[in-house]
């Protein structure tokens, strides 16, 4: 690959981490005054707005699906686009944005983690130690929180708990996409995208309409409702979008190093736009995750965990890996 075009392709994977940084300060924006079912239903709602006209005019539609394949999506859309929101967002409603998104950002590391405890994968070398560093990051957070931690969270241990249950659904939304079908896997990943929106929508509208009639409809900013229009144009659709471009085109080790780019963009947009000052705490775990990611993308994983496969992404782009041979 010329430099130009791996300059190019490396940009397009690091501006889709920041924009997935930005993730939990929209989701913090959110939850601040609008209910969660309620808000997740407006943003799934946009997404597949956006999606589904995009698949019809790119690939005319879906192909035909055996009721299996179905319900392993459906199980998918439970865990990665309903359970996992659920979590994020009631988590960043006690914790502050930039811990949750360190948090998060050590996905690839509990892959590594779960890909031993559950397939007798242990990890060697570089992989082991950054599962370690990553693990010791998120310990340091909570230890930071216990301590005082930031001025943005009223509850920062339950909320960093709840952000690990989050982290926990991602793990097994992955692991589930190991037992589907075959004919799942001829679904591209703007299809698979689509569908685990839409089913994201059928989970979150019951819960959400309850809300808005039991509560009346909310009262809220602009700024809320601009995080709604950004977490589902932005996040769920635009980093889905630079991700797969990106991921295309270079190895998956490459990719790895770029959701460094995920811790970073947490804790500079929670300082930017919050004004939430990190912690010595916070610095360290932060410091600590990113080495462990780039400890562990620096060595080829299991396939189906491999580096490259966007587990940092919103659920909707995480639920299938890079096509090319290089991933």
């Keep these: 690959m010329r430099d130009s075009s791996r300059i190019t392709s490396m940009g397009s994977l690091v501006l889709a981490m920041f924009m997935v940084g930005s993730s939990v300060v929209a989701g913090r924006l959110m939850v601040e005054e609008l209910p969660v079912f309620l808000g997740s239903a407006l943003r799934f709602a946009l997404a597949s707005a956006l999606l589904v006209p995009a698949l019809l005019l790119v690939e005319?539609?879906?192909?035909?699906?055996?009721?299996?394949?179905?319900?392993?999506?459906?199980?998918?859309?439970?865990?990665?686009?309903?359970?996992?929101?659920?979590?994020?967002?009631?988590?960043?409603?006690?914790?502050?944005?930039?811990?949750?998104?360190?948090?998060?950002?050590?996905?690839?590391?509990?892959?590594?983690?779960?890909?031993?405890?559950?397939?007798?994968?242990?990890?060697?070398?570089?992989?082991?130690?950054?599962?370690?560093?990553?693990?010791?990051?998120?310990?340091?957070?909570?230890?930071?929180?216990?301590?005082?931690?930031?001025?943005?969270?009223?509850?920062?241990?339950?909320?960093?708990?709840?952000?690990?249950?989050?982290?926990?659904?991602?793990?097994?939304?992955?692991?589930?996409?190991?037992?589907?079908?075959?004919?799942?896997?001829?679904?591209?990943?703007?299809?698979?995208?689509?569908?685990?929106?839409?089913?994201?929508?059928?989970?979150?509208?019951?819960?959400?309409l309850w809300e808005a009639w039991h509560h009346g409809w909310p009262v809220a900013g602009l700024e809320a409702w601009l995080a709604v229009v950004w977490y589902a144009v932005v996040i769920t659709v635009g980093a889905y979008f630079f991700w797969f471009w990106g991921v295309m085109r270079v190895d998956g080790s490459m990719a790895g190093v770029a959701t460094a780019a995920l811790p970073l963009s947490s804790v500079g947009l929670s300082a930017l736009v919050l004004g939430e000052r990190p912690t010595a705490g916070m610095l360290v775990g932060c410091a600590l995750v990113l080495t462990g990611i780039l400890a562990v993308s620096g060595l080829r994983l299991p396939k189906r965990f491999a580096a490259g496969h966007p587990n940092s992404l919103p659920t909707e782009a995480r639920a299938e890996g890079c096509k090319s041979e290089k991933c």
């Design 60 to 208: 005319g539609g879906l192909p035909r699906l055996g009721r299996r394949t179905w319900a392993m999506l459906t199980a998918q859309s439970f865990l990665g686009s309903f359970a996992f929101t659920v979590f994020l967002l009631k988590g960043l409603a006690l914790t502050s944005p930039a811990s949750a998104g360190i948090i998060t950002s050590a996905t690839p590391a509990f892959m590594g983690l779960a890909a031993w405890l559950f397939f007798g994968e242990r990890p060697r070398g570089r992989s082991l130690a950054g599962i370690v560093l990553a693990v010791t990051g998120v310990l340091a957070i909570n230890l930071d929180s216990v301590a005082g931690g930031s001025e943005l969270a009223s509850r920062p241990v339950l909320g960093n708990l709840l952000v690990l249950a989050a982290v926990g659904c991602e793990t097994l939304f992955l692991l589930v996409r190991k037992a589907l079908p075959e004919d799942r896997r001829r679904l591209s990943p703007l299809a698979v995208s689509t569908l685990l929106s839409l089913l994201g929508l059928a989970f979150f509208l019951p819960a959400g």
